[in-house]
């Protein structure tokens, strides 16, 4: 699946709309702020593309909420920004370092052969992976299942796609000109 | 389980498929009884089904009509012997065709014909029950058949499937064989594309902040326009750049720009399609020239 061009058009709308928001401010402030004021309308506006139907938007932005919570509710107006906002994010899955101590005795006591050890090493590899990607993706350690995860990150890494190509576009379009 | 059975005799009554052939036999003693069977699970449907104690409907069901449930429970059994069947039976064959196959033999085991007759009729609309209510999984030669493997197989290839239209999607996975390893590109990818997105809102924050004023002012209409007609649109505004020349706006100017870089974006390397933005502005921008846009952009 790649962006489609429809994609493209939604995004620079929201985004444009978002950028509006900043526009009394934008001219005098740094460059810090400046580029905070970019990505964060950027990511709002690519998180509501979703309209809330996958997980990793809906945590991207609760996380945009707690840095700027007008903006994000501007930006969602009339897209039930209040129940996106004010969603409680699901408890974390499992303490680690309980479950990891818990899992080593448990190891001790099984008996292992030559292939038992192999196989567990690679799940052993798997998890670890997992658990990167969960911390990659956006509300990843809320997904409890794999192919949940699996679904998001697919989902996460087109909008991600679309948010490149169309910045990317517009940062070349201006250097184009300013070169001229 | 039991609740299930008791749907589907309840089902099978409502369809009436069975009712008919279930008269022939029972005889006019049967009918009462049958009567009453549906009576009481008219009735108590509700709470049938919110009721737990599973071994008292037993004992209820089976004072007024041992038959039926017994006859559903043979269904089940020979469900459960087909799928073990399928491990000696050589080739692939359809599971529903399997499921009759060992039901005909089945059958030729039970002690009465009467049992057999409705057997036959009984499996039929059980199946076909099977097929609208349960999801098939075809259980493979020399594979577990249990419910538990089953789902997990069933769980595994719903995984298998999403990596593989992640693979179509990242660059650079069909190298990599294995979970870890496709995981690992997998991040990187992302990685990499967040890092892209931090750099370019530097880089358009560093640029002329007037850039992102005009950008914003552009109608929407306008852009909607270019991204479904685009070398129309293009070759419009050339002619009006040809009969119009001078002086043009800045955000016509913008326009001609934005529109040929957004229409050649694709996700290939950045020095190709730079590249291809470059000679398309450049031809442009020679045409245009005006007094209004160097003063424009000089004015950062």
């Excluded at chain 2, 967040?194 to 530097?202: D, G, I, K, N, P």
């Excluded at chain 2, 040809?242 to 974006?265: G, M, R």
Aim: with cysteine.
């Amino acid at each position: 699946m790649q962006p489609t061009s429809t994609m493209n058009e939604e995004f620079l709308k929201k985004w444009q709309m978002g950028l509006q928001m900043f526009r009394p401010s934008i001219d005098n402030a740094s460059v810090s702020e400046r580029k905070r004021a970019i990505k964060l309308s950027a990511d709002v506006a690519m998180a509501s593309l979703r309209k809330g139907t996958t997980c990793w938007s809906r945590a991207l932005i609760q996380k945009t909420a707690t840095e700027d919570n007008f903006l994000v509710r501007q930006m969602l107006s009339g897209i039930k920004e209040e129940t996106l906002i004010n969603k409680k994010l699901p408890k974390v899955m499992c303490h680690r370092k309980i479950v990891r101590r818990s899992k080593k005795i448990l190891m001790r006591r099984k008996s292992r052969s030559a292939m038992e050890e192999v196989a567990a090493k690679a799940k052993k590899l798997v998890k670890r992976k997992t658990q990167g990607l969960r911390n990659v993706v956006p509300g990843g350690e809320f997904m409890s299942n794999n192919v949940l995860l699996i679904q998001e990150t697919l989902d996460y890494i087109v909008s991600l796609q679309t948010q490149v190509n169309v910045m990317r576009s517009i940062v070349d379009a201006a250097e184009a000109g300013i070169e001229r | 389980m039991d609740l299930s059975v008791l749907e589907r005799v309840k089902w099978l009554q409502q369809q009436q498929m069975v009712s008919p052939d279930f008269f022939e036999i029972l005889g006019s003693d049967g009918r009462e009884e049958l009567k009453r069977v549906e009576s009481y699970l008219g009735n108590n449907n509700d709470e049938l089904q919110s009721f737990r104690h599973y071994e008292t409907i037993d004992g209820c069901i089976s004072r007024t009509s041992s038959f039926q449930i017994e006859q559903v429970k043979n269904n089940e059994e020979n469900r459960v012997i087909a799928l073990q069947h399928k491990r000696k039976t050589e080739g692939k064959t359809e599971k529903i065709e399997n499921k009759k196959k060992k039901k005909i033999k089945t059958e030729d085991e039970t002690e009465s014909s009467m049992k057999g007759k409705s057997n036959m009729s009984n499996s039929e609309t059980s199946s076909e029950i099977q097929k609208r209510d349960y999801i098939h999984v075809r259980a493979r030669r020399g594979e577990a058949t249990d419910r538990h493997s089953l789902a997990e197989r069933a769980r595994r290839e719903k995984l298998s499937k999403k990596m593989k239209c992640l693979q179509d999607i990242v660059p650079g996975c069909n190298k990599v064989t294995g979970k870890a390893g496709m995981l690992d590109e997998i991040i990187n990818y992302v990685q990499s594309l967040q890092q892209q997105v931090e750099f370019l809102s530097m880089k358009l924050s560093v640029l002329n902040p007037e850039l992102e004023y005009h950008i914003n002012e552009l109608s929407t209409k306008q852009f909607q326009a270019c991204f479904t007609d685009l070398p129309e649109a293009v070759s419009k505004q050339l002619m009006m750049v040809d009969a119009s020349s001078f002086p043009l706006q800045h955000q016509e100017s913008l326009d001609y720009s934005v529109i040929n870089s957004i229409q050649t974006t694709t996700l290939g390397s950045k020095d190709q399609t730079s590249s291809g933005w470059e000679i398309h502005s450049q031809s442009l921008y020679n045409n245009l020239r005006t007094d209004s846009v160097s003063s424009f952009f000089s004015l950062e």
